[in-house]
């Protein structure tokens, strides 16, 4: 039997999540809808709740409220305020410190930093998404030149404006492979996201010229500040398109000499591309992974599938772990008990198989539990 490597004691540092709502969800269809990415009513409403996650779920809420069934679970929590059950469940989880992306839930639904901190005992830096940036900066310009001063401004100095790094959705506009453009083509189509704005009073940047030419005025404050970009790459909704949300999309950018020192966050594990993005990992400088154990909604074993692949080649102080937990607490929480259940033991196949002796492993765990992201987000260490 292969060896189990127990980091029950680690502190997660959560590489990638975002904030809990201020107002917390009820009712048995709004409660299933948090875990599904399909926007079927029937799936949301009834076959959510019959895949291997939701069922385990639901098993080990049952266990840590005391009680039975999923109306049991709803009552236990909504018997709870917001900030009673993130403290309750992100002390049992033991969650050190968090990294939020800001750009959902929206700020004026989401719990605030300061009352977060308060209930959670975490530490927390914060993450500016960009195309919800860019999106209110092309509504507030009428001419590209202000446009593009707007963004320059705005990344100017971000650890100033109080965020540690970027996070990109470019994979929801427009696909990972982020292009250079010519300025006619970039002014083109800036005007048509323009008329949008105005016509609408919104803008949403499926305008690829515009949007990639965007993303790398980003880039470049990013190589020249040290800071990470995350992106989404793989699973979600089906906004998403897969064929285009490939780690092996964001190839130019990583063989970029111009953002070699602007860290690269593959998240969610790339599932299901999860060999490239280990792969890109064990390749590249400024490539690391995330492995995320609440979303994707996955089962034990194809959560272990994708840890085999990234602890099996990528080197470990590249690797990350997350929960990209949004809404409500639980996730954060099950992800953190998941986390460590199933890097423990792949660690574990990795002593008995002879790659790392124990004391190896151990340390494997904390770096990809915690270090990892201490050191890349700029956390205070004695904080979190």
């Known amino acids: 039997m292969p060896s189990f490597i127990d980091l029950a004691d680690v502190p997660v540092v959560d590489n990638h999540c ?88 929206a700020p004026d639904k989401a719990m605030g930093e300061k009352e977060f901190r308060a209930a959670s005992g975490s530490d ?131 063989e970029d000499p111009a953002y070699r020192s602007m860290p690269i966050v593959l998240l969610h594990g790339c599932w299901p591309y999860f060999r490239e993005g280990a792969y890109l990992a064990s390749v590249y400088g400024n490539a690391y992974l995330d492995v995320s154990y609440a979303i994707p909604f996955l089962s034990i074993a194809e959560m272990t599938s994708m840890t085999r692949a990234a602890l099996g080649v990528a080197p470990f102080t590249k690797l990350m772990y997350s929960s990209d937990g949004s809404r409500v607490p639980e996730l954060n929480w099950i992800a953190a008990k998941d986390g460590r259940r199933v890097i423990g033991s792949v660690l574990g196949e990795l002593v008995a198989d002879g790659d790392l002796d124990a004391d190896e492993a151990r340390r494997a765990g904390e770096r990809i539990l915690r270090d990892n992201a201490l050191q890349l987000y700029g956390f205070d260490a004695g904080r979190a």
């Open 124 to 254: 927390y830096v914060a993450l500016l998404r960009l195309e919800v940036a860019f999106q209110k900066l092309v509504v507030k310009h009428d001419s590209f030149e202000d446009l593009v001063e707007g963004v320059r401004e705005l990344v100017a100095d971000v650890r100033g404006a109080g965020f540690a790094g970027f996070k990109s959705i470019a994979a929801y506009r427009t696909g990972l492979a982020i292009e250079r453009w010519s300025d006619d083509d970039a002014r083109a189509s800036y005007a048509q996201a323009r008329a949008e704005a105005l016509s609408s009073g919104t803008v949403r940047l499926g305008h690829k010229p515009l949007l990639d030419t965007l993303l790398h005025l980003a880039f470049d404050a990013a190589a020249s500040q040290g800071l990470p970009v995350q992106f989404h790459v793989g699973y979600g909704d089906p906004d998403v398109d897969l064929r285009k949300a490939s780690p092996l999309e964001l190839r130019s950018l990583l």
């Open 18 to 105: 975002h904030a809990i709502d201020a107002q917390q969800p009820t009712g048995l269809a709004n409660w299933r809808a948090l875990f599904t990415e399909s926007p079927d009513p029937g799936m949301r409403a009834r076959e959510a709740a019959d895949t291997a996650f939701y069922r385990r779920l639901t098993r080990s809420l049952e266990a840590f409220y005391g009680v039975s069934g999923e109306e049991g679970v709803l009552r236990a929590r909504e018997g709870r305020s917001t900030e009673e059950l993130v403290g309750e469940l992100f002390r049992d989880a033991s969650i050190g410190g968090v990294v939020i992306d800001t750009g959902y839930p």
